[in-house]
């Protein structure tokens, strides 16, 4: 036990106990990893717990348990410390797609090699006994900045397992369930009210079961000859997954890509596009060298008319799990125009060439980047000119250089800027004489904010797009992602009256500082604005809304008794 064998300690991101003793004249040193089958908060049972005033429940962590009881597992030694630690390993891996004889094998390969990646971040105990911690440092080869000395539990990702315990519900908000889109309620199948007009969906304020029927109204109607989508993420027993299935064994024409690069999610994918294979489908993995994180799915269906295209585009994945928890939005519509850049979006994808020209979809890395420069220099044109220019851009994250520097220039321009960005923002905001007309906005709530919603007033136009990439060098250049307008007059009201209401937030937001930290508003003298909670009230009150209507009870009528009645 002498000594730390690098190949044998301890895989990635695994929770571990070392420790130092003697036995005999030798110092040794050992490592236990912390079993990840095994629940890692346990509950004391009451009669054995310390009884104290106001505790209700007594709980330890698994590496506690193992610290405590090290003298069963290492006989005749003489235990002087022992302390948790926990490595973070680099997940990414090298792939050379060109040469891969078979990409999903080669992932596959490349998987296995990731749980001994390269060490990235080591967290150690407080107060660990500095030879144990040389130990580490020097076998990991592990740098001070990269070292953190925690004094309390490492990996604060636990305290969701404390939640989950029995016995605190009056603590805990109570859970929301998505409420229908008013759209679909009624008894006509899903494309007949796609035909009816654009549909946006706001999720989880509204429930994921239309994207869900759309793909298993699609795999059962006689009339729908092919189904096309892009798959990156999907929940661990999908439904969509289940009705791709059924459409191929029911004889449509169905290609689906799986992104099997998409990160912590390979092994999954993996198992899907072989599940999907299996069923019939056509399962394509995209082009060499770029991810394809765009979130599309096209239906095309024999109608009298002709062929018709209904396409589904969003901000999310196609995962009903996590379409609970993450704000996003979505939209379907058939029109042509949208419907044929779906069409060349697959086409594109499955290895033939790009069209000569786009209808409506803005596509990466062929030219959204150009796009949006080109927006915010007209903002900032029209801005220079005297005139009314505005720019608000809903993301996760911002941090390529030249929407930076053109976002700078247009401040100061005069073009008033809004951002609401939850995670990275490499933008400085407030600054004179740089950036005094940016305001950052980042909102972290009940629900994880994951839509992109991108607004540009150009004195009297107004613009309104929704897609699947953030403001980052990686989505603009080296991913397939997808940005798309919304034309809808009725929609665009929508989004601004869901832009106004971020903005507006107070409660759950944070305001980004020239010196680079957040703060929270001063909410004295304030009406308390929490705009998840607001949207969740809406989609409440609509839904009951159209039950009165559709029950009848919209126009109350008054009951009048028969004349002579006895």
């Not at 130092?20 to 629940?39: R, T």
């Not at 990996?155 to 409420?179: H, I």
């Not at 409506?360 to 220099?377: G, N, Q, R, S």
């Amino acid at each position: 036990m002498k000594g730390i064998n690098k190949k044998n300690q301890s895989k990635k991101n695994s929770h571990n106990v070392n420790y130092k003793g003697y036995a005999g004249d030798g110092l040794d040193f050992a490592v236990v990893q912390v079993p990840g089958v095994l629940p890692r908060v346990v509950e004391i049972p009451e009669k054995y717990a310390a009884k104290k005033p106001g505790i209700k429940k007594t709980i330890i962590l698994l590496e506690e348990i193992i610290e405590k009881n090290l003298d069963n597992l290492f006989l005749n030694y003489n235990i002087i410390s022992a302390h948790p630690f926990r490595i973070m390993r680099n997940a990414e891996f090298e792939l050379d797609e060109e040469d891969a004889a078979d990409l999903l094998e080669e992932i596959k390969k490349q998987l296995k090699k990731r749980q001994w990646g390269e060490a990235i971040r080591l967290e150690a105990e407080e107060g660990m006994d500095k030879r144990l911690l040389k130990i580490l440092k020097d076998e990991l080869d592990i740098d001070n900045e990269d070292l953190f000395k925690i004094n309390g539990p490492l990996d604060l990702t636990v305290l969701m397992k404390v939640y989950a315990l029995c016995g605190f519900e009056k603590y805990k908000l109570e859970a929301f369930t998505p409420r229908a889109n008013p759209r679909f309620e009624n008894d006509d199948n899903i494309f007949e009210n796609i035909k009816k007009g654009d549909v946006l969906l706001s999720h989880p304020y509204q429930s994921f079961e239309p994207v869900i029927d759309f793909v298993k109204e699609a795999a059962k109607d006689p009339k729908v000859l092919a189904i096309k989508q892009t798959l990156y993420r999907v929940s661990g027993n999908s439904p969509i997954i289940a009705a791709l299935a059924k459409a191929a064994d029911n004889g449509k024409q169905v290609t689906v890509l799986v992104e099997l690069k998409a990160r912590f999610d390979e092994e999954n994918n993996i198992l899907w596009a072989k599940k999907l294979e299996q069923a019939g489908c056509h399962v394509i993995y995209g082009l060499v060298g770029l991810k394809t994180h765009s979130k599309i799915t096209l239906v095309l269906r024999k109608e009298d008319e002709g062929i018709m295209r209904y396409v589904h585009l969003g901000t999310g994945n196609y995962n009903d799990t996590t379409a609970k928890i993450y704000t996003d939005l979505g939209m379907f519509t058939c029109r042509s125009d949208y419907g044929e850049d779906a069409n060349a979006v697959f086409n594109m994808l499955s290895g033939y060439s790009e069209p000569l020209s786009w209808n409506k979809l803005i596509v990466a890395p062929l030219w959204m980047k150009d796009k949006f420069l080109h927006k915010i220099k007209l903002a900032e044109s029209v801005a220079r000119k005297g005139n009314n220019a505005c720019i608000i851009a809903k993301m996760n994250s911002l941090s390529d250089r030249d929407i930076i520097k053109a976002l700078y220039a247009a401040s100061c321009a005069g073009v008033r800027i809004e951002l609401i960005v939850r995670g990275i923002c490499c933008l400085r905001a407030g600054i004179e004489g740089l950036s005094s007309n940016i305001r950052v906005h980042s909102i972290v709530g009940n629900f994880l904010e994951h839509a992109r919603i991108f607004y540009f007033n150009l004195d009297t136009e107004e613009e309104y797009y929704l897609g699947s990439a953030d403001w980052m060098t990686r989505n603009l250049e080296k991913r397939i992602e997808i940005v798309f307008p919304v034309v809808d007059e009725e929609l665009k009201l929508k989004l601004k009256h869901y832009l106004k209401t971020e903005l507006e937030d107070n409660v759950k937001a944070y305001i980004y500082m020239p010196d680079g930290s957040y703060e929270k508003q001063d909410l004295r003298g304030k009406v308390r604005v929490n705009s998840q909670q607001i949207f969740i009230n809406e989609s409440i009150e609509e839904e009951i809304r159209v039950k009165k209507h559709r029950d009848g009870m919209k126009d109350e009528r008054m009951f009048t008794p028969l004349e002579g009645g006895a």
